[in-house]
């Protein structure tokens, strides 16, 4: 079992940068691929991003490509999301979550362990 918690969400300006951080518990936190999903109230969980358990493949949402970087340091369990050119749009409670076996996806159903979120809100 994996237990995870993110850190770093806050309130910045349109165009500020964010680095949220997920940390893992567990010896086993290499073998997990992990993602990066967000959700606002009422709406549906939405994929942002996703890395491979080496860190070698990487996926991400279209509204996002091209401004935000996922990467891992599986010395240190944790998984991070550079989150730069910050838009309004961004404004949600962002969760790390983990899966294992299999690649990493975009459907927040396949992934078995989940933080509690960290809200991030991106004023104009």
């Known amino acids: 079992q994996v237990q995870l918690v993110e850190s770093g969400g806050g309130l910045v300006q349109a165009g500020g940068s964010l680095r949220l951080s997920c940390t893992g518990s567990?010896?086993?936190?290499?073998?997990?691929?992990m993602g990066w999903f967000r959700q606002a109230p009422g709406k549906e969980r939405e994929f942002v991003a996703a890395?491979?358990?080496?860190?070698?493949?990487?996926y991400y949402a279209d509204s996002v490509k091209g401004r935000f970087t996922i990467s891992r340091d599986n010395a240190k369990n944790t998984v991070y999301l550079q989150m730069n050119s910050l838009k309004p749009e961004d404004t949600d409670v962002y969760y790390c979550?983990?899966?294992?076996?299999?690649?990493?996806?975009?459907?927040?159903?396949?992934?078995?362990?989940w933080g509690q979120g960290t809200q991030v809100t991106v004023s104009s």
């Open positions: 567990g010896r086993t936190f290499s073998i997990y691929a």
């Open positions: 890395i491979s358990w080496s860190g070698g493949s990487t």
């Open positions: 979550a983990a899966k294992g076996g299999g690649l990493p996806g975009g459907n927040w159903q396949d992934y078995d362990y």
